[in-house]
């Protein structure tokens, strides 16, 4: 089951897509957009991970540029306008509102009170640093680009975190991977995934780099970790 929850910030107000599984109860997971808004892709994450058993929310982080954004990788008019958008996009508010996001999913019915956190692009680089800033049972990052600019904070990082890296990423080079690569080695709660021959964005759905194994090694990866940490008793 879907709908749209509106999450209220010191500054106004959002919409969130939620999809519930059929669980009475769950945890939550926030699934962070890319630069595209809430559009298709974002909502057939959240279905996904309902189908799962969790509950999942993706909040609308553009609203105070443009509510209700909806964009595809498909043309160039649709890369303009959200390349546009993300230029314009404040990255740490960014961060305040997925951490209102996560406490309003703390706070619904049904809701068990673990929590996780994944996205993809802009979405991965936002996990990183809602993970940092604030915290989670569990974070996955899809291809974050402009992590390595944010490395000083993964001393303060302490949730179990995954990152998800194409080896052939136009957006992320071998430099930056490696920078990341470095900064997290001596950290036992994060763990670096490169994936050979990937570009960016090779989790996509109908994407035009979308690479059917790679993103379903990524999000096989992703779903144990959150049912080690969101669902597992020991946990």
Known sequence: MSDRITITVPD???????ARPDAAQAP???????IFGINADMRAHCDALAAKGYIALCPDLFWRLEPG?????QSEAEWARAMALYKKFNVDKGV???AATMAAARALPGATGKIGV?????????TFLTAAR??????????????????????QLNTPLIMHLGEADEY??????????????????IKV?????QNHAFARVNGKHFDAAAARLANERTYALFEHYLISPTA
């Open 69 to 73: 954004v909806e964009l595809t990788d």
């Open 193 to 197: 995934y490169t994936y050979p021959g």
């Open 134 to 155: 604030h915290g989670a049972d569990a974070a996955a990052a899809y291809y974050g680009g402009g992590t390595h600019k944010y490395l000083g904070e993964v001393a």
């Open 12 to 18: 106004g107000a959002f919409e969130a897509y939620i």
């Open 118 to 126: 994944m996205g993809y692009c802009a979405g991965g680089l936002l």
């Open 28 to 34: 939550c997971v926030v699934v962070i957009q890319e």
């Open 96 to 98: 305040d509102d997925v």
């Open 172 to 189: 992320i080079d071998q430099q930056a991977r490696s920078q990341i690569e470095n900064a997290v080695q001596a950290k036992y709660n």
